[in-house]
T-cell receptor
Framework: DSGVTQTPKHLITATGQRVTLRCSPR?????VYWYQQSLDQGLQFLIQ???????AKGNILERFSAQQFPDLHSELNLSSLELGDSALYFC?????????????FGSGTRLTVV | SQQGEEDPQALSIQEGENATMNCSYK?????LQWYRQNSGRGLVHLIL?????REKHSGRLRVTLDTSKKSSSLLITASRAADTASYFC???????????FGSGTRLLVRP
């Protein structure tokens, strides 16, 4: 157990639907990062939050949004889902704003869009 | 586009042999990190090397960094079947809060 909790572990949904992925960072970590990993692909950075504020944005689609709550958990919302959104979605946390000592990853949410 | 590119994309070796993976990147970095991912699971942080360091060791892992060539290598000595996984380099970009991951090297260690 890495200390980063992601729920749900698996999600199957239909095209056009909306889903919410949840992440609880490791205790004491203020930064949360979201990554998308498609089949046989590397990790694509989506977005980062630090202590409730957005800090960096990557290749995140307009159909996707995220937020970090006062208790530091984060949610990634994916809407108008398409088949191509099927992927593993990882959340990571770090104690520093820039992850300068490394990230701790959750076990991921596997999203399948049918 | 990916900041880091690993080479080779796949590597198959016999247990006991050494495995070397390379990573090249494009922009200036604060640090470079290596992660391991077992099939379909979360990534595990292995080692971090700062931009002012040239070599670092951790157990059977040895990482080198050449900032003039914008490249790094990860050496796993005396490999074990349990080392079978994908290995990713990740670069901490100067003036950015994010880590950019490469496309990974799939390592297979045959018993």
């Amino acid at each position: 157990d890495s200390g980063v909790t992601q729920t749900p572990k698996h999600l199957i949904t239909a095209t056009g639907q909306r889903v919410t992925l949840r992440c609880s960072p490791r205790s004491g970590d203020l930064s949360v990062y979201w990554y998308q990993q498609s089949l046989d692909q590397g990790l694509q950075f989506l977005i980062q939050y630090y202590n409730g504020e957005e800090r960096a944005k990557g290749n995140i689609l307009e159909r996707f949004s995220a937020q970090q709550f006062p208790d530091l958990h984060s949610e990634l919302n994916l809407s108008s889902l398409e088949l191509g959104d099927s992927a593993l979605y990882f959340c990571a946390s770090s104690g520093t704003e820039g992850g300068f000592y490394g990230y701790t990853f959750g076990s991921g949410t596997r999203l399948t869009v049918v | 586009s990916q900041q880091g590119e690993e080479d080779p994309q796949a590597l198959s070796i016999q247990e006991g042999e050494n495995a070397t993976m390379n990573c090249s990147y494009k922009t200036s970095i604060n640090n470079l990190q290596w992660y391991r991912q077992n099939s379909g699971r979360g990534l595990v942080h292995l080692i971090l090397i700062r931009s002012n360091e040239r070599e670092k060791h951790s157990g059977r892992l040895r990482v080198t960094l050449d900032t003039s060539k914008k490249s790094s290598s990860l050496l796993i000595t005396a490999s074990r079947a349990a080392d079978t996984a994908s290995y990713f380099c990740a670069t901490g970009i100067i003036s950015s809060y994010k880590l950019i991951f490469g496309s990974g090297t799939r390592l297979l260690v045959r018993p």
